[in-house]
Nanobody, 117 residues
Framework: QVQLVESGGGLVQAGGSLRLSCAAS??????????WGWYRQAPGKQRELVAT???????NYADSVKGRFTVSRDNPKNTVYLQMNSLKPEDTAVYYC?????????WGQGTQVTVSS
């Protein structure tokens, strides 16, 4: 079992930046087959994938955030980050981190990001 704890959300003006963190409760970076993802869910909308980073370090981004968001990880800290720059009001959502290890999927509790215009 792995618990994921997120932090870093908040209120920011359009054009500003935030960095989200997601820390795993145990050492998981030694696991060869795993992938991290950041998702978000805005009010009245379905949860959508924002970015992923694989165990090999490959990253992928939704078209809506390419060039503005960067996903990275700190292996010794068992933590994944989502650096969000040039934020827009449409980025307002609850952001969730996700960890997939083979057949198992874990979710963080979510952190609110609000971007004011």
């Amino acid at each position: 079992q792995v618990q994921l704890v997120e932090s870093g959300g908040g209120l920011v003006q359009a054009g500003g930046s935030l960095r989200l963190s997601c820390a795993a409760s145990r050492n998981i970076f030694a696991i060869a087959t795993m992938a991290w993802g950041w998702y978000r869910q805005a009010p009245g909308k379905q949860r959508e994938l924002v970015a992923t980073i694989s165990s090999g370090g490959s990253t992928n981004y939704a078209d809506s955030v390419k060039g503005r968001f960067t996903v990275s990880r700190d292996n010794p800290k068992n933590t994944v980050y989502l650096q969000m720059n040039s934020l827009k009001p449409e980025d307002t959502a609850v952001y969730y981190c996700n960890l997939a290890i083979m057949a198992y999927t874990y979710w963080g509790q979510g952190t609110q990001v609000t971007v004011s215009s």
